[in-house]
């Protein structure tokens, strides 16, 4: 099974920017999709941006199209959430996770999609 460490949230005012990293030393992902997700307290799961691994295709939710960035480094079994122009209501705990590639099955941000979880990391923004 895929194992999935993240890292790389902490406190940042607002306008700031913060990059997290979900990391599978040793894994090669090119068989699965990477999504990244947040859940603020009280809050559903919304998921934010997702990324094929075998060929960077994109795809992100319109809450944070032109702001997040979802990218990776295959040689590292890594991918990344770059978040710019943060706002207070970013804050909440931000997750990675993966789904296996289906070619008849079309890119989702729909948390029920995905298999494998990371541990969730905060990201609190202050004002």
């Known amino acids: 099974e895929l194992q999935l460490v993240q890292s790389g949230g902490n406190l940042v005012q607002a306008g700031g920017s913060l990059r997290l990293s979900c990391a599978a030393p040793?894994?090669?992902?090119?068989?699965?999709?990477m999504g990244w997700f947040r859940q603020a307290p009280g809050k559903e799961r919304e998921g934010l941006g997702c990324?094929?691994?075998?060929?960077?295709?994109?795809y992100y939710a319109d809450s944070v199209k032109g702001r997040f960035t979802v990218s990776k480094d295959s040689a590292r079994s890594t991918v990344y959430l770059q978040m710019n122009s943060l706002k207070p209501e970013d804050t909440a705990v931000y997750y990675c996770?993966?789904?296996?590639?289906?070619?008849?099955?079309?890119?989702?941000?729909?948390?029920?999609?995905?298999?494998?979880w990371g541990q969730g990391t905060q990201v609190t923004v202050s004002s």
């Open positions: 040793g894994f090669t992902f090119d068989d699965y999709i």
């Open positions: 996770a993966a789904e296996r590639e289906a070619a008849d099955r079309p890119l989702s941000l729909s948390p029920s999609r995905y298999d494998f």
């Open positions: 990324i094929v691994a075998k060929n960077g295709i994109t």
